[in-house]
């Protein structure tokens, strides 16, 4: 997740205080209604053809029956599961960011004072205090073989008990991102590119405008399709042999659901949400409550959180989008002063930093009956 506001200073050897938080269920499902499309592709023209030639004979009087108006069927949005979140833990700490493994079991914070420390999200530290980076350590995300993944200027750094340092320099780096087998680039090298690489060294890459380089973009990946999408404005769909601008002026935040192939994104600090597919067709277009700060996938559930604040001031909600048909599943409290979150893959956990505290929670998902 990115980071979002300014954070308190604290270090590994702090003994935390902890809590047993209360319950927090913050749930209505209220689908929204489908609006206008993000995009405009070029629709046909529907032109009423003119009256047919037809003899009829002189004295016979005609009248020319109406033609009944065709009725528009509305479309029911197919139910949805609802989705709240419980508060299970409370812990203390200044930090620089932080992530949460896959199974969210354990996490990652990066300390103030540089340096990285596991993190029960039972709410204490355990575990190893290291140092990845020459830059204060900000872990990003978790792989699927346990690696935590930092970023210092070229540096992307990779830690875990089993595989240890290891570090890739990437020079003119912009973006990055976490992938199933290795992790994905954006560069400004001779061109600006994308490049997907591997832990062993591999290298493949695709040019790219240079407004991606210029401007960052946010990045999520279709894992089974190989698609990488970038939001930074415009929306783009990178495949491994070129790439394809499929949205315009639709949002600088993008995420990539995987049940529904659908692409959600937004732009940070606008109210309206929306998903297309990798071709650019819209599927469904949405207004928040509030203020959109943050889009992420909640796992491979069918449904993307956005980080909503009607005032950054006061408490807002991270708010479950259907990444199909826009229904809202469910939210959870986003305290004010949200410095960071992370969502495990397996959509069990969530931890989130606010003002010092760093919160649990469990992500509770009930099917439709």
């Known amino acids: 997740m990115r980071l979002f506001l300014s954070i308190l200073l604290a270090g590994c050897a702090v003994t935390p205080a902890m809590e047993e938080g209360s319950e927090l269920v913050i749930l209505k499902s209220s689908p929204d209604v489908y609006q206008d499309a993000i995009l405009s592709d070029d629709a046909p023209s529907f032109v009423e053809s003119e009256s047919p030639s037809v003899f009829l004979p002189g004295d016979v009087n005609f009248d020319r029956p109406e033609r009944p108006e065709e009725e528009v069927e509305e479309v029911e949005p197919e139910p949805v599961p609802t989705l709240s979140t419980v508060q299970i833990a409370l812990g203390w700490y200044g930090i620089n960011g932080l992530a949460l493994s896959h199974d969210g079991s354990t996490g990652m914070l990066g300390m103030s004072g540089g340096n990285s420390c596991e993190y029960n999200p039972g709410g204490y530290l355990s575990g190893a205090d290291y140092t990845n980076q020459d830059c204060p350590d900000i872990p990003v995300e978790y792989d699927e073989q346990g690696r935590v993944m930092y970023l210092c200027d070229d ?26 087998d290795g992790f994905v680039t954006v560069e400004d090298a ?36 190989d698609i990488i999408y970038l939001a930074n404005g415009d929306v783009y769909a990178v495949v491994s042999d070129g790439y394809r601008r499929i949205a315009d002026d639709a949002g600088d935040m993008v995420a990539f659901d995987a049940a529904h192939n659908a692409a959600v994104v937004a732009w940070e600090g606008d109210t309206t949400i929306g998903a297309v597919d990798n071709a650019g067709r819209l599927l469904w277009r949405s207004e928040a409550d509030g203020a959109i700060y943050d ?75």
Not at 157 to 174: A, C, R, T
Not at 295 to 324: I, R
Not at 355 to 361: F, L, M, Q, S
Request: proline share 4%.
């Open 155 to 180: 540096d992307i750094g990779f830690w875990s008990p089993s595989y240890g340092d290891q570090h890739y320099i990437v020079p003119g780096l912009v973006a990055a991102k976490v992938t199933a």
């Open 190 to 225: 001779d061109v600006c590119q994308v490049s997907r690489r591997d832990h062993a060294g591999g290298v493949a890459s695709v040019e790219v405008p240079s407004i991606l380089c210029t401007n960052e973009p946010m990045i999520s990946v279709d894992e089974v399709d």
């Open 295 to 369: 889009l992420a996938p909640v796992g491979e559930t069918g449904a993307v959180f956005a980080l909503v604040y009607e005032d950054l001031a006061m408490p807002g909600s991270f708010v479950a989008f259907d990444g199909a048909q826009g229904t809202v599943w469910g939210d959870g409290i986003a305290w004010d002063g949200m410095f960071d979150f992370s969502i495990s893959r397996d959509a069990t956990k969530m931890i989130t930093s606010a003002n010092g505290a760093i919160y649990t929670y469990d992500i509770v998902i009930e099917d439709v009956e």
